[in-house]
């Protein structure tokens, strides 16, 4: 860990987690756990928590323990956590709160139980997220860092879990079963916390790749709507097909899909994914969900298996940040498109030509992509606003055009002879869990790819700022791209009001804050900024973000936001006018210079080979 990189109370929080990991794994007695045995209650008759009981064999007299965060979500379920205690045969057992998410415990060495609850808050309808803990009267999802506290510096004990469910109800998870019904084992904790279960009653199906089980579970709602599952569960199979036949082997010896109803979002896993799919959206188009699952699917590889090297390893503080997610997750979204094609299944544009006009459309219509480098851009997830300024790109549109220029890259360095599909898979296939990636890593892997320094792209359009020369690398396809700019134009055809600012609420403030989108828009020109405190908004005040989107979607063409804000210089006030704006058209031609070979290599391009 670069400690360097931290903020001061974030140094003290890892160097005393450093701390407790020297003094919690082995105690005076010098004694390290054997295993540890979790056994997670579900009461029908209170949906609300859960009961946890964790039984560490062969325990320290002096350890710590720690309730994990997820480097993508981290939802604080600490705050849910209650009637922590401990027991031992042997005597007293002392537990104090030292942080937020870490414990100490006093014991006498040997085997500690230790018992507390974790609620898990209701969520209005259809605003549940997929990924958090949660239970209703037919199912939900449990287990995963919302549910088990872990010991500091056993991270690698064996682990051993125990379900106590309602009559009726089933798992699904990627835990390996052991012998009794409900009870699943675990080489160790990552692969506990990272084996999310979900629970309840729910629909199953199965099939198999190369001898490798893959399972299908949804969880269903009262009152869902029917849909066309054997079509849904098959169009899954061709996804995971596709995806498998990409790298040539599977990082995992079975596979869980668990899908819910009433959900939304997704998160992948170790051998398992967790998606909102709701019913509804099934029965009125089959392939609604298609991106989203090839998406979250291809993060088994890259992003869990083939992950940032600050993403290794488990912990209870937030991981420094990491300038590689537009690979993980931006390049992961050109093969979510580009594998729905290579399975024959429905995409959003009707070709890759389409699909690559839209995206720099979507990349030249926001100036903060050409801004702010891809990197820093991947640093600031998680990360509160305006550390961009009054820029806020998005790593998933860099990444996704990264990945579709580097692929043209490689493509024309290696005369044809090499693709995007190589780095994946070298990259795969030399990196782990346990041995993270580094931009310098991807570099190097184009290079070898494409026969080529890649380095000047690199320094030009990952590492710093600067706007991507697209036509230097349509040409490789023989095409060139027009842009031309427009009014921008409302569904219903009529001009579009520039609403293009949000707001934000801090977790220790009350007044949320604005988010200028970039300075070119009518309110960065009226002198808003990122980070300014809203006072009121036409005299009216705001209580939150939500009730500022509400305000902002109600101007219109020829209106006027007064807006008072307040910030460290003082108060301001501005009023602004609603007022239209322009926005980019791209349309991709062919080069006057076109040759026959760029033809031939678009032509594969465009069928996706």
């Known amino acids: 860990m670069n400690l360097e990189r931290l903020s001061y109370g974030a140094r003290l929080r890892a160097l005393f987690l450093a701390l407790g990991v020297a003094l919690g794994l082995r105690g005076a007695s010098g004694q390290a756990p054997r295993r540890v045995e979790y056994t997670l209650r579900v009461d029908s008759a209170d949906l609300s928590e859960v009961a946890v009981e964790m039984r560490i064999h062969n325990a320290p007299a002096d350890f710590r323990l720690a309730m994990a965060t997820h480097p993508e979500y981290d939802d604080q379920y600490w705050r849910y956590l209650t009637d922590l205690r401990g027991a031992s045969a042997r005597g007293t057992v002392g537990v104090t709160r030292e942080d937020s998410s870490l414990w100490h415990v006093i014991a006498p060495a040997g085997d500690v139980t230790i018992r507390y609850r974790v609620g898990y808050p209701a969520s209005p309808p259809m605003q549940q997220a997929s990924w958090k803990a949660h239970l209703t009267p037919t199912g939900g999802l449990v287990g995963g860092p919302h549910s088990f506290l872990y010991v500091v510096g056993a991270e690698r004990t064996p682990v051993r879990v125990t379900l106590a469910l309602p009559r009726g109800w089933d798992v699904a998870t990627g835990l390996a079963p052991a012998q009794a019904a409900g009870e699943f084992t675990a080489p160790g904790l990552e692969a506990l916390l990272d084996s999310p279960m979900l629970v309840g009653r729910f629909r199953t199906w199965q099939f198999e790749i190369d001898g490798v089980p893959h399972r299908v579970a949804y969880l269903g709602q009262p009152g869902g709507i029917p849909f066309d599952s054997a079509l849904f569960v098959a169009n899954v199979e061709r996804i995971t097909r596709e995806t ?20 939304f979002g997704g998160l992948e896993h170790l051998n398992s994914v967790t998606i909102g799919t709701p019913s509804t959206g099934l029965a009125r188009d089959p392939n609604i969900s298609l991106a989203q699952i090839t998406h979250e699917f291809f993060h088994t590889w890259n992003e869990v298996h083939l992950r940032p090297a600050a993403w290794i390893g488990v912990r209870h503080v937030a991981p420094a940040p990491t300038g590689e997610l537009w690979w993980s997750e931006g390049v992961t979204l050109y093969y979510a498109d580009l594998l729905l094609r290579r399975a024959e299944l429905h995409t959003t544009d009707s070709t890759r030509l389409a699909h690559l006009e839209r995206l720099i459309t979507v990349y030249t219509a926001n100036p903060s992509h050409a801004m702010v480098s891809a990197e820093r851009t991947s640093r600031a997830f998680n990360q509160p606003p305006g550390g961009n300024g009054d820029f806020i790109p998005s790593m998933f549109t860099q990444g996704e055009v990264l990945g579709a220029m580097l692929d043209l890259m490689i493509r024309e360095g290696s005369s044809d002879g090499h693709s995007l599909d190589d ?25 070898d790819a494409c026969g080529c320094d890649a380095r000047p792209f690199f320094d030009q359009h990952v590492r710093a700022a600067g706007a991507l020369d697209f036509n230097r690398w349509l040409a490789v396809l023989g095409l060139r791209a027009v842009v031309t700019w427009e009014a921008a134009r409302a569904a219903d055809g009529t001009p579009a009001v520039d609403l293009r600012l949000s707001g934000y609420l801090l977790p220790s403030e009350s007044q949320p804050r604005l988010q200028v989108w970039f300075p070119s828009t009518v309110w960065g020109r009226a002198g808003l ?34 807006v008072d804000v307040m910030r460290d210089s003082g108060k301001f006030e501005v009023a602004v006018a609603g007022v239209g704006y322009e926005r980019p058209v791209v349309r991709l031609e062919e080069r006057a210079d076109a040759t026959d070979a760029q033809r031939a290599r678009r032509k594969r391009w465009l069928a996706g080979q």
């Open 529 to 562: 900024h990122t980070g300014d405190r809203l006072v009121s908004w036409n005299g009216i005040a705001i209580g939150d973000a939500q009730q500022l989107r509400a305000a902002i979607s109600q101007l219109h063409m020829g209106d006027t936001a007064r």
């Open 423 to 447: 780095v994946m898979r070298d990259l795969a296939t030399r990196f782990t869990p346990e041995r993270g990636f580094t931009g310098g890593d991807v570099e190097r892997a184009v290079s």
């Open 244 to 263: 498998a036949q990409l790298f040539g082997w599977m990082p995992y010896h079975q596979y869980q899909f668990q899908f819910e109803d009433g959900a």
